[in-house]
């Protein structure tokens, strides 16, 4: 089993940034890939950014060039750093590990 908590989410005006982490704990030395997802409000949940455990990453390209996704394997934390936000980055955000361990996520408003 794997708990992942999420945090870090806020109010932030637009163009600016919010770091968000996902602390992960239990067996986590089977955990390989890391994802953060969002759901903004009424709309499905989305796929925002991949990591592997060699940092190898990937992202949607909505939030390409503006969100870096990282990870530190000697604390089992991932990253998500987020700037230029736009209010249509406004979403609930959740950290995925594996094939299906998620967090109850943490909320994102993108808002003057």
């Known amino acids: 089993q794997v708990q992942l908590v999420e945090s870090g989410g806020g109010l932030v005006q637009p163009g600016g940034s919010l770091r968000l982490s996902c602390a992960a704990s239990g067996s986590t030395s089977s955990i390989n890939t890391m994802y953060w997802y969002r759901q903004p409000p009424g709309k499905e949940r989305e796929l925002v950014a991949t990591?592997?455990?060699?940092?190898?990453?990937n992202y949607a390209d909505s939030v390409k060039g503006r969100f870096t996704i990282s990870r530190d394997n000697t604390k089992n934390t991932v990253y998500l750093q987020m700037n230029s936000l736009k209010p249509e980055d406004t979403a609930v955000y959740y950290c995925k590990a594996g094939s299906g361990y998620w967090g109850k996520g943490t909320l994102v408003t993108v808002s003057s």
């Open positions: 990591i592997t455990r060699y940092s190898s990453t």
